[in-house]
């Protein structure tokens, strides 16, 4: 394992450890990617949601990080660990049984490999 690997699983375990000091527990999220694509171009058909689990912390963003952005005062910050797959602005999350929309995401990535995630969401 990578040392940068090595500090992506300290990260997800400090955001278990971090919802579990608030009270929440660790938080599950869940990315779901639509299924594979089959059909013609003009009327596609998708298999089933192919899912994805990040730890996560919810958050919320500062009136800083929403001046002059499209980013609403309802909207939510996820810091998400690192999972199997990359998150995308396709994808959903669902946290606690809510469906969010990914507007955003930003990796941090020192060194060229990601540790985590911070996400923009719309339930």
């Known amino acids: 394992m990578s040392a940068g690997a090595d ?11 971090a919802g579990a000091a608030v009270g929440d527990g660790p938080l599950l999220g869940v990315i779901k990617r ?8 003009y009327e596609p058909v998708f298999g089933p949601d192919v899912t ?7 958050g919320s963003f500062s009136e800083r990080e929403r001046a002059d952005t499209a980013i609403k005062a309802t909207d939510t910050k996820i810091t998400a660990s690192i999972g199997g797959v ?4 396709s994808d959903k999350i669902a946290i606690n049984g809510v469906d969010y929309q990914i507007y955003g995401i930003d990796p941090l990535n020192p060194g060229g490999e990601a540790l985590l995630y911070k996400i923009w969401a719309r339930a």
């Open 86 to 89: 990359v998150p995308e602005v």
């Open 52 to 58: 994805h689990n990040f730890t996560v912390i919810l």
């Open 34 to 41: 639509k299924g594979t694509q089959t059909g013609p171009v």
């Open 7 to 17: 500090i992506a699983a300290q990260i997800a375990a400090a955001l278990g450890d």
